[in-house]
């Protein structure tokens, strides 16, 4: 049973920037391919971007490209997302989640994943 803990969130003024963090426990960590999603109100949760397990393969949705990075530290257990020139439409929770490391090809599939954690608030102001 993998754990994932997300931090970093908060409120940004647009065009400001945000690192958030997802910190693992109970598993191999290099085992997953690990995802970051996010749910705005009212709206499905949706993919923001993935990262093989060894890091060296990422893909970001249309909307964040240029501007989000996703990487990972396969030593500490963590993947990061790190978010610059934030808009007010990148305003919702953010969350990590855990997809065997075997269907990253897929791993855009929110029903793919096996692990998530609680998420974590991001707020952009203008």
């Known amino acids: 049973q993998v754990q994932l803990v997300e931090s970093g969130g908060g409120l940004v003024q647009a065009g400001g920037s945000l690192r958030l963090s997802c910190a693992a426990s109970?598993?191999?960590?290099?085992?997953?391919?690990m995802g970051w999603f996010r749910q705005a109100p009212g709206k499905e949760r949706e993919f923001v971007t993935a990262i093989s397990w060894s890091g060296g393969s990422t893909y970001y949705e249309d909307s964040v490209k240029g501007r989000f990075t996703i990487s990972r530290d396969n030593a500490k257990n963590t993947v990061y997302l790190q978010m610059n020139s934030l808009k007010l439409e990148d305003t919702a929770v953010y969350y990590c989640?855990?997809?065997?490391?075997?269907?990253?090809?897929?791993?855009?599939?929110?029903?793919?994943?096996?692990?998530w954690g609680q998420g974590t608030q991001v707020t952009v102001s203008s």
């Open positions: 989640a855990a997809v065997k490391a075997t269907y990253y090809s897929s791993s855009y599939s929110r029903a793919r994943y096996d692990y």
């Open positions: 109970g598993g191999t960590f290099s085992n997953y391919a």
